[in-house]
């Protein structure tokens, strides 16, 4: 029944202290660099540029950016070390064969695999999805995993220097 005198509350019984920060899950923060726009938050799609950062964005979403001359941009922090469509790069990327995406989940009712990444490293085959650092080469923009350019030793792969590579998150 309580409140008879029998009982003597504690302090945190009484008090609340302050809330927990909630902390933001990583595993999910660099699925979505892989998946979303940096710029629009909108889902990629083909042509996809990435940035010296290595962030990715929409091609088309870079080229409104750079065509709206108006004072309020959304996100304009996220790009703003991009002045002309040079500062990015298109990237060749694989497509993941495994990947169906919106091909089989048209009406939105069926389970779509949030782990599966739409492309994949063209040597080893890793998906890029986060869990593994990629790296695109400026001079034509295609896409490798880093543990691809480790096992593959061919001069081809020493001449690549690191002022040519970019390196994704």
């Known amino acids: 029944m309580g409140c008879d005198g029998g009982t003597i509350p504690k302090r945190h019984e009484l008090v609340k202290g302050p809330k927990k920060v909630e902390k933001v ?11 979303y726009c940096a710029l629009s938050q909108e889902k990629l799609k083909r ?4 940035c010296e950062l290595g ?6 979403a870079i080229i409104e950016y750079l065509l709206d001359k108006s004072a309020e ?3 304009a922090e996220v790009v703003a070390h991009i002045r002309s469509i ?20 048209i009406k939105g009712d069926c389970y779509e695999d949030m782990h599966c990444a739409m492309f994949i ?8 999805n986060g869990k593994h650092k990629f790296l695109y080469l400026q001079t034509c923009g295609c896409v490798f995993s880093e543990r691809a350019l480790k ?8 001449k690549v220097s690191e002022q040519q590579c970019s390196r994704f998150a």
């Open 25 to 35: 899950d990583k595993n999910a923060e660099l699925a979505a660099r892989w998946k």
């Open 47 to 50: 042509p996809i540029v990435a």
């Open 55 to 60: 962030r990715l964005y929409n091609k088309d």
């Open 73 to 75: 941009r959304p996100n």
């Open 86 to 105: 040079k500062d990015v790069k298109e990237l060749n990327l694989t497509d993941n064969p495994a990947w169906e995406g919106e091909r089989r989940n």
């Open 121 to 128: 490293c063209p040597v080893v085959g890793l998906e890029m």
């Open 151 to 158: 096992e593959v030793k061919t001069e081809i792969c020493h």
